[in-house]
């Protein structure tokens, strides 16, 4: 009799049935896709040997697109066709573009909604460049590995917000790739670092790659990674060392105006340049361009370090504050993991020794680790791992609430929330008679919505029309292992609903939620008195509506002198609320719950007397 080997849902797949699975760094300068072989995890390399995939896509003549090694050969020839960086772009708008700190030698559309480039192939977007890098990737790894890729892990900054994660996994979709989960970089690092090193303690990830700035703070004990803060810059990466560097050859060659190829020319030769200086003392560039122009310069290490040390500075701002967040000092931290190509420079590497006081890790290659990381993830949720099982605990890197009366920000999920999450909280109607509540969701440290970021609005209808505060609805937050969030409302005597998948407005990067944070720590003090005149107003106004509702039906209850001193006690209310602080809108409130009290009383009585009124007494 044969034996049927059986499954069950979420368990380990049996061994003949494994799962191809992998990990997809999808790097801004550099892409790399690596598996889990034999226990080990391995970066998946092309017939020539090479690891590293250019993150480069040219659209050519006749159709045809050419995508990594190929591409990047291209570049200096045909710019406008030749899409580089597109990480830094994806998930942004136009409106976004001003804030690059460089010049971008591409064609933009007009497409408000969505950043596209014009090309010889028509309009693409950055979704659609990502998308075939991913493509050639992903047929790189099934070619390797001899079958269907049954999914992919694919790892972004963490920083990375609902938009540029949500643009990702379109990306991937069109690739034809399942996703099975999308993993923050540093986190990624520290699953590699982890297992391979078996490590144990608080660890820093310092992640400086082509386009983006990563810093996470991991709590790392046997069988569980732990984020407990996170932070950096996604605008921020060895590009800008690189624009620097060619911004110092224009004025050392005395060129100005350039055309596209000849610009494209020197910047890959500017990040020649800077390759170089990471082993040698001194690099020369040397490039004949059109019109007769020439550009010969020699570049010292020392040079180019004072030339970039702004920008090594700005990475250790981050640092700071993810210490901080995490509640640990330099002296708690057991290592430092160096990840991403531009932490090889040497000036970024001393300065991270100089700041924590010890060498920084590096027995990984910073090229391969975040890949390495991403594949043992990928083996894990495909099913394949039987033992040694671990926990991953990753972090949401804003406050997530909605607006409330007043303007003002409720938190519901507070920023470096463990994922995946979800929390709920109940809200009412302010007025009688509400039939429909909006829910606007937000992000941000600030507590007034015009202070955060408007991520959503979707309206509740169906509440029952009843008196202000006795509604009950509740919102619920969820957010998922790969940090997209989605919101329902619920009210609870009817059981009437709504929800959204939360897709917020592109342009939410890194320097706008530093930015963010940093507005919330300097303007705290400020944010708790509006909080509370807010809230002062809040309260003057429900009480002026409530008085001048019982007024309009019982007035002939009070003398004249009585009603005119209400009267008055309103009108001071009111100016208060327009231009008094908290403390004056309080006092103003208690001057007018004070002149009411009689008031209060004989409407209480006169209610009561319409209730016996004409009752028996065996009645009652």
Request: proline share 3%; hydrophobic share 40%.
């Amino acid at each position: 009799m044969a034996l049927l080997q059986i499954s069950e849902p979420g368990m380990s797949a049996a061994p003949h049935q494994h799962r191809l699975a992998v990990g997809i760094d999808l790097g801004t300068t550099n892409s790399l896709v690596a598996t889990v072989r034999s226990g080990s995890a391995v970066c998946l390399a092309d017939e020539r040997g090479r690891k590293i995939f250019p993150s480069v896509v040219r659209y050519c003549e006749n159709g045809r697109i050419e995508a990594g090694a190929d591409a990047l050969k291209a570049q200096k020839i045909d710019p406008f066709n030749t899409i580089s960086s597109a990480k830094r772009l994806i998930g942004r708008t136009l409106a976004d573009l001003s804030k690059e700190p460089h010049h971008l030698p591409y064609r933009f559309g007009s497409n408000e909604h969505v950043i596209e480039l014009n090309t010889r192939q028509g309009a693409k977007t950055l979704i659609e460049v990502s998308a075939e890098i991913l493509k050639a990737l992903k047929t790189r790894a099934e070619e390797s590995l001899g079958g269907d890729l049954a999914g992919a892990v694919i790892t972004v900054p963490a920083y990375f917000d609902d938009a540029q994660r949500q643009a990702t996994k379109d990306a991937a979709r069109l690739a034809g790739l399942n996703v099975l989960r999308l993993l923050n970089e540093p986190t990624a690092a520290a699953i590699a670092y982890g297992l391979d090193n078996g490590s144990e303690g608080t660890f820093v990830v310092y992640d400086l790659g082509g386009g983006t700035f990563d810093v996470s703070v991991l709590q790392l004990t046997k069988g569980l990674f732990q984020v407990k803060a996170t932070g950096g810059n996604s605008a921020l990466g060895g590009d800008d060392f690189d624009h620097r560097l060619f911004c110092h050859i224009l004025e050392r060659a005395d060129l100005s105006k350039l055309n596209e190829q000849d610009s494209q020319l020197l910047l890959a030769l500017a990040r020649e340049a800077k390759e170089t200086l990471t082993t040698e003392t001194s690099a020369t560039v040397q490039a004949a361009l059109s019109d007769g122009l020439k550009a010969d310069v020699t570049i010292t290490r020392q040079a180019f370090h004072q030339l970039t040390q702004h920008l090594v500075q700005k990475t250790i701002g981050p640092v700071k504050q993810a210490l901080k967040d995490a509640g640990v000092t330099k002296a708690d931290i057991k290592g430092v993991i160096m990840v991403g190509g531009a932490t090889r420079m040497p000036h970024v590497r001393q300065a991270v020794a100089t700041f924590f006081g010890q060498t920084p890790l590096d027995n990984l290659n910073p090229d391969e680790v975040v890949a390495l990381g991403a594949a043992v993830q990928a083996n894990v949720l495909a099913g394949n791992k039987t033992d040694g099982e671990w926990l991953l605990l990753d972090v949401t890197p804003l406050s997530l609430g909605l607006e409330t009366y007043g303007s003002l920000a409720e938190k519901i999920i507070p920023r470096n929330s463990t994922l995946p999450v979800a929390r709920a909280q109940e809200f009412t109607t302010f007025k009688d008679g509400q039939t429909a509540m909006t829910i606007h969701v937000v992000q941000g440290e600030r507590e007034l919505v015009s202070d955060c970021r408007s991520l959503a609005k979707f309206t509740l209808r169906g509440i029952p029309p009843m008196a202000a505060g006795a509604a009950r609805i509740r919102v619920t937050f969820q957010v998922d292992a790969d940090g997209l969030l989605s919101v329902s409302a619920q009210e609870q005597t009817t059981g009437v609903s709504a929800q959204i998948e939360v897709k917020p407005s592109y342009g939410l990067d890194d320097g706008i939620i530093t930015q963010m944070l940093k507005e919330g720590m300097n303007n705290a003090a400020g944010d708790k008195a509006a909080r509370a005149r807010a809230e002062a107003t809040v309260e003057a106004e429900s009480l002026i509506d409530a008085i001048q509702a019982a007024l309009s039906l019982d007035s002939d209850l009070l003398e004249t002198d009585e009603l005119a001193k209400i009267e008055a006690d309103i009108t001071a209310l009111q100016e208060g609320v327009k231009d008094g602080s908290a403390d004056d809108i309080r006092a103003a409130v208690t001057a007018l719950s004070h002149s009411t009290d009689s008031f209060a009383s004989k409407r209480m009585n006169r209610n009561i007397r319409r209730a016996l009124m004409g009752q028996s007494v065996d009645n009652i």
